[in-house]
């Protein structure tokens, strides 16, 4: 059974700074890809960063630069630091990782930036 299981989210001021991990329970180097997604109320759940299995990264247009996805393979984590957050940045963000053509889910955290 592959889970993934986010933690870390919660309530942090604007310019403030908060860090995701994503546990899996199988090793990460099962997947081709990981990554993180966000949903934000009354919006449609969007790609906010990639790593692949060889390291290359990816990220969303809209945290460029203030955002690094990463892993710690010996911990099978995956992590997704953010700094300078926003209060467009609140949303419930999601683990996601795709074996061969498979995808899996996480149950998601909660992040929101106050003002």
């Known amino acids: 059974q592959v889970q993934l299981v986010e933690s870390g989210g919660g309530l942090v001021q604007a310019g403030g700074s908060l860090r995701l991990s994503c546990a899996a329970s199988v090793s990460i180097f099962s997947f081709n890809v990981m990554g993180w997604y966000r949903q934000a109320p009354g919006k449609q759940r969007e790609l906010v960063a990639f790593?692949?299995?060889?390291?290359?990264?990816n990220y969303a247009e809209a945290v460029k630069g203030r955002f690094t996805i990463s892993r710690d393979n010996a911990k099978d984590t995956l992590y997704l630091q953010m700094n300078s957050l926003k209060s467009e940045d609140t949303a419930v963000y999601y683990c996601n990782a795709f074996m061969r053509s498979l995808g899996y889910w996480g149950q998601g955290t909660q992040v929101t930036v106050s003002s």
């Open positions: 790593i692949t299995i060889g390291g290359s990264t």
